[in-house]
């Protein structure tokens, strides 16, 4: 019998995959913008999504704890054991120093059953410059052992919320009115097979990264078995776990410069077809081709599109999309050139912004935005701004 | 008193129906075995020695008039399931040779076929399949060896790709495995070479060394350095890459030999040997009796090469393999081949090829798992053969690890095989396992590589349509991807070794 509600999948859930709704938004000069617009984003969407599961990340939500790593948390109790958040603080506390906790405040008239939500700010006990490769284990460590507690986040400066429901559900549960940040994304659920469960729904978060997705990665076999070699366990058994692990190994542990590392993640997820890179100039040939065959496996097969959010180093999002682009993903940005949208659908972006300039990324090009504005616009000519900075 | 006689009864019956020939004489000019015998005189064929008849078909094929038949020859053994006629012929042969028994072929014991109970998933609603017809699913594949990231140097506020390991690129996912000149005649190796890099994959020289005359697909070739070291030249080493063969599926712990009378000119001036000498591979290679020892030797070819080429070792798919595959990896190697039990050879002990080694769908899932475990499978090129029959064996060995599966016995049936298994004789009425140059002239060069491009063609065809059904547009999104196999055999512990899910089961949350 499973015990659990909210912290684990049922016993026997298919792999998750599905429609879905994606939004996000970030306004440019990290100003704080209310929870309230992207909720009028996605809640337009309402024939993307079936009551499932629903999700957003929060970027700039903690100006006061900016240089603690957020361990936000679901906790159920389990029958005959000590509660699950003593648990976690007993794990935390022993390898990490916890400068602050507490409650996340949710609205209780939404669900009927639902977690205790709770969060702590830590500081790990590690030699300097290992912070981020312990606080990733750590997060792996919780949603793997730790039976009745699920990580749904873990990195500065930022927070992941998500569970069973519906997006307006979800944005009310979790009173998305009160919260500030600069960077939202927002993600609604159509699961084709399982009931959902609180951990599955979007986005997946490792450290100060997070990805919403729509999609069914059709790789997942591969891209699971290359990435326990790199040292990532995917536990949640659902498409998307592996994409963040992809970006976070080689946006950040892999090291390459900051400069190309973006662009060689989203190049590995998904390369140019051979018969393109067959045709560039000699010196970026190499380069794809060099990048295609060592991250061979990072790339995800199957249609997705995807928006990933980061703060490591610096505040960026991206959107993706599959090779042959078979899910949607339109990008825009505002009149005054401040705030940058993605969204599945236009008319999610209308709901807020009627007079955005919006366009649609070429298939498999990323779009990627920073406080410095829009630095690629998904076009098949971004390959060319890349290879100024090559030799 | 007359000496007590036994022998063995023929395996086939060639009946020729005289009321259909017509005199021409073809089949007899077929028989390269001493079957059917054509009288000029009469001008009528007859069956001269039936036990002869191995069923190669070449007379049936090439009778302009349907005339004969060849049939099971119609004794019955007395039936016993544990005395099959396969032990009894056995002994019957032993006792009057007194020798090791030696075949030809692959394994051609009743043993499961492990690919047999494997199927694969497609996408359904939820993920749209490709059309392969329309939109590009890319099969191109590199053998080499692969950095776990690239490494990056800065130049002059400008990024630079400091080194990259040596990687053939391969037009599919799809090899010729070894196969020597001399195991192999000169027409139908040429074939071969012609047709791997018309279609822009590789294929193995075997222990045979290279001729002049096939310098021209260096560019295409595995060189194989064996125990014999046979044709190893300073010429020899300017190819595409390099192999050191430690052992072979049909006959793992075994080496190999051409008897004299078999080394003819030809071979050699290729071999570097003198004309009627045996050429005896030892079974181990004398300088590897250990991992350092083939530690020094990958060591020394890659400065040989000047690090410009892969150098790979094949071992047979054993009960060690897993370990066995890591430790070469370690050894430095850019690429292993695994070759399994169901392996082919062009002369094997007969007890060798039929019992030793295991399955290469249990060796290759084995030694992928057992080098994810390790952290070192990102870092080479598998190649798995061994009993690769069709383009969904090789859809499935991709799937359960390999990057790339080789074939040996599956060309040799596009030039005419008929696998009737008497390579090791030399009479091959095809011309295809013989060292007889007017037998190898029954193979025409162009139309013999036509029909090998044709089948690498179609097998690499059928690789797109299948990964497009599956909603996969790159092969090396589909190496490893068990996820995608389900199981559907006599044996679930089969498919826990395979790691592939039984058919209909539901994706069940790990252990905690």
């Known amino acids: 019998m499973n015990t659990y509600k909210f912290t684990k999948r049922s016993n026997y859930a298919f792999r998750d995959s599905g429609a879905c709704g994606i939004t996000a938004l970030f306004n440019l000069d990290l100003e704080p913008v209310s929870g309230e617009k992207i909720k009028d984003m996605i809640c337009v969407m309402r024939e993307r999504e079936n009551g499932q599961g629903a999700g957003f990340s929060v970027y700039g939500l903690f100006p006061e704890y900016q240089d603690q790593y957020c361990i936000q948390l679901i906790l159920e ?133 997070a990805v919403i997705h729509n999609g069914e990665i059709t790789s997942y076999g591969t891209n699971v078995e290359y990435l326990r070699e790199l040292g990532y366990t995917c536990t949640l058994m659902t498409d998307t776990e592996p994409l963040i692990y992809i970006f976070d190994y080689i946006v950040r542990k892999s090291g390459y410069p900051y400069k190309i590392a973006l662009q060689t993640a989203t190049m590995a997820m998904a390369p140019p077809y051979w018969r393109d890179i067959d045709r560039m100039d000699p010196i970026l040939k190499k380069w794809v081709a060099s990048i295609r065959i060592t991250h061979r496996w990072a790339m995800a097969n199957g249609p997705f599109s995807i928006v990933l959010t980061t703060n490591m180093p610096r505040p960026t999002m991206i959107g993706h999309s599959d090779r042959k682009k078979l899910r949607p993903l339109i990008a825009a940005l505002s009149e005054d050139e401040k705030t940058f949208y993605l969204a599945s659908e236009l008319n999610a972006i209308h709901e807020v912004d009627n007079t955005s300039n919006y366009w649609q990324p070429d298939p498999g090009r990323p779009v990627i935005a920073t406080e410095d504005g829009v630095m690629l616009k998904g076009s098949d000519r971004d390959i060319y701004k890349f290879a100024e900075v090559l030799k | 008193m007359t000496a007590p006689r036994d022998k063995l009864l023929p395996r086939f019956k060639t009946i020729i129906d005289y009321d259909r020939c017509i005199g021409c004489g073809k089949c007899g000019e077929s028989c390269s075995y001493g079957c059917i015998f054509f009288d000029k005189e009469q001008k009528k064929p007859f069956v001269k020695k039936q036990e002869n008849c191995v069923a190669c078909q070449r007379c049936v094929i090439f009778c302009p008039k349907e005339a004969i038949e060849i049939h099971n020859y119609p004794v019955s053994y007395p039936p016993h399931a544990l005395w099959s006629p396969y032990h009894v012929r056995s002994i019957i042969e032993q006792a009057r040779s007194g020798s090791v028994l030696i075949s030809g072929t692959g394994n051609d014991r009743p043993y499961p076929v492990i690919f047999d109970y494997l199927v694969w998933d497609a996408c359904q609603v939820t993920n749209p399949s490709i059309d392969a017809l329309r939109e590009p699913v890319e099969t191109r594949t590199w053998l080499g060896r692969k950095p776990k990231h690239l490494s990056i140097k800065e130049v002059d506020g400008k990024f630079e790709i400091d080194d990259f390991p040596p990687n053939v690129m391969l037009s599919t996912p799809l090899i010729i495995g070894h196969m020597s000149l001399g195991s192999l005649s000169y027409n139908a190796i040429t074939s071969m070479y012609k047709a791997v890099k018309e279609v822009g994959t590789l294929m193995g020289t075997g222990e045979g060394g290279l001729h002049k005359d096939h310098y021209i697909y260096k560019d295409r070739l595995i060189g194989e350095v064996a125990s014999g070291r046979f044709g190893v030249s300073p010429e020899y080493l300017d190819i595409a890459a390099l192999e050191i063969k430690i052992g072979q599926g049909a006959k793992p712990g075994h080496g190999g030999q051409l008897p004299g009378e078999k080394v003819t000119e030809l071979i050699s001036e290729t071999r570097g040997i003198p004309v009627g000498t045996d050429a005896l591979s030892p079974n181990p290679q004398h300088d590897i009796y250990s991992i350092e020892d083939l530690k020094t030797l990958i060591a020394a070819l890659h400065e040989a090469t000047e690090y410009r080429i892969p150098v790979g070792v094949k071992i047979a798919a054993v009960n060690n393999v897993a370990a066995i595959a890591s430790g070469i990896v370690r050894a430095d190697a850019d690429f292993i081949t695994i070759d399994g039990f169901r392996g082919g050879t062009g002369a094997a002990p007969r007890i060798l090829r039929d019992n030793a080694g295991i399955p290469i769908e249990l060796a290759i899932a084995s030694v992928d798992q057992h080098l994810r475990d390790e952290k070192l499978r990102h870092k080479i090129t598998l190649i798995a053969g061994g009993g690769i029959r069709s383009p969904s064996d090789m859809i499935k060995i991709i799937a359960l690890g390999a990057d790339i599966a080789m074939v040996g016995t599956a060309p040799l049936i596009a030039l005419g095989c008929k696998v009737c298994q008497q390579c090791t004789t030399g009479k091959c009425s095809w011309g295809i396992a013989t060292g007889n140059p007017e037998l190898g002239k029954r193979i025409d060069i162009e139309w013999g590589a036509r029909r090998v491009a044709n089948m690498l063609r179609a097998w690499t065809a059928e690789l797109e349509e299948v990964l497009g059904t599956m909603g996969i547009d790159a092969v090396e999104s589909f190496v490893g991807n068990r996820d995608r196999l389900r199981y559907l055999g006599p044996n679930p512990h089969e498919a826990e070794i395979l790691g592939v899910k039984h058919a209909g089961e539901r994706i069940t949350r790990g252990g905690e």
């Open chain 1, 77 to 209: 109790d389990i029958p005959e054991r000590p509660p699950a958040k003593e648990r976690v603080e007993d794990f935390l506390s022993s390898c990490t120093d916890i400068v602050k906790e507490e409650k996340v405040p949710v609205d209780s008239n939404v669900f009927r059953e639902y977690p205790l939500v709770w969060r702590f700010f830590v500081e790990p006990k590690c030699v300097s410059g290992e912070e981020d490769d312990m606080m990733k284990n750590i997060m792996m460590y919780i949603n793997d052992r730790i039976d009745g507690a699920f990580c749904m986040s873990g990195g500065k400066n930022m927070a992941v919320f998500k569970g069973v429901g519906w997006s307006d559900e979800i944005a009310k549960f979790y009173r998305i009115e009160d919260l500030k940040g600069y960077m939202w994304s927002f993600h609604s659920r159509f699961p084709t097979n399982t009931p959902g469960w609180w951990g599955g729904a979007h986005p997946f978060s490792i450290l100060g990264h």
